[in-house]
């Protein structure tokens, strides 16, 4: 059984100017201890992606239409709010986009991690401050005693974004999501966060779904990856699958993007145009406006999935 499994989802928004589609039939699956890159541009729909299996999507604007989450067997669409507000933040942690403005600024970042262990583990606030001072220490946080009682505008991007991770994973998490952990920060700094991750990966042997829009992180940090173009997974394989033997034309433009420092004279390869409106997507692939093979049928009809091997797929009319 796979600790987490996506099954059909959709997730729309219903707006004064339509219905937007942010997530159309997606489907994936994690097991323990396995790394998930979900990558894509800016309004791709990854965030609502993870937003919908925390069941956090804003109501009523947003609502998940149809599909299946399993988390631990459990269908989480069916279950209750109260059944969720035990699972969130408990078996389920997530460091949510811009740690400079998910911390609350009236709160000491003790008092944010301390507040998750008394609310899940039933302990007293002195219990809780022992293990929040543990964590500030496991996360890499120099003089955890004077940070436990700071307030988050006193610390650094790359502080507050380990005081995330600690609050995500105080409760010792089955599944940690990181929504773009790395966003904002400067490339040292991102590059501790990323291998504190997988320390932390390896020590709770939790399943985690990375968010990114930065193709060059994945391969440090992933097992497989699922690359998503409005609001749709058009390629899911291993990461070596992705990276050697890329198939769909959305996928290859976004590595043939990546500067290679090894390659001074070559110019950076861009994407023409940009993702359209989840309002208005194309009638057939929703690629079919930037891509420069497509054809009648691309634009009239939806591409299915091709099975390149038993664990890579993706959806493109021109894969041989």
């Known amino acids: 059984m796979k600790l987490l499994e996506v099954k059909n989802l959709v997730t729309n928004f219903y707006t004064d100017d339509g219905i937007s589609k942010a997530v159309d039939d997606i489907s994936f699956g994690l097991d323990k201890g396995e790394t998930l890159g979900l990558v894509g541009e800016s309004g791709c729909g990854k965030s609502v992606s993870v ?19 399993f988390f631990k067997g459990r269908d989480l669409i069916g279950l209750p709010e109260k059944e969720m507000q035990k699972i969130r933040g408990n078996e389920i942690g997530m460091i949510f986009l811009e740690p400079m403005t998910s911390l609350n600024p009236a709160y000491t970042c003790g008092n944010q991690i301390d507040e998750i262990l ?18 500030l220490n496991r996360v890499g946080i120099p003089a955890p005693t004077q940070r436990y009682n700071e307030y988050p505008h006193q610390l650094s991007g790359g502080m507050r974004q380990r005081i995330m991770i600690a609050i995500a994973l105080s409760c010792n998490p089955d599944l940690l999501i990181a929504d773009e952990p790395t966003t904002a920060l400067d490339v040292t700094v991102q590059s501790q ?13 939790m399943g985690v779904i990375i968010i990114t829009h930065d193709f060059g992180v994945i391969p440090e940090v992933s097992d497989n990856v699922a690359v998503m173009y409005a609001s749709k997974i058009v390629e899911y394989g291993n990461v070596n699958e992705i990276f050697y033997n890329t198939k769909h034309p959305y996928t290859i433009g976004l590595l043939k993007s990546i500067p290679k420092i090894n ?3 070559s110019k950076l390869q861009i994407i023409e145009g940009s993702v359209p409106s989840s309002l208005n997507y194309p009638a057939g692939c929703h690629f079919c406006t930037r891509c420069s093979l497509a054809d009648e049928k691309c634009f009239s009809e939806q591409p299915p999935y091709v099975q390149i091997s038993e664990s890579h797929k993706a959806a493109c009319f021109k894969i041989e």
Do not use: W, Y
């Not at 956090?56 to 239409?65: F, H, S």
């Not at 008394?118 to 964590?135: F, N």
């Open 51 to 69: 937003l919908s299996i925390m069941r956090l999507v804003p109501e009523p604007a947003g609502k998940i239409e149809s599909g299946k989450i």
């Open 263 to 265: 390659n001074k004279d």
């Open 193 to 205: 966060i990323l291998e504190l991750i997988k320390k932390l990966q390896s020590d709770f042997g």
């Open 118 to 135: 008394i609310c899940h583990q039933k302990i007293s606030r002195k219990e809780a401050k022992v293990k929040t001072l543990e964590m």
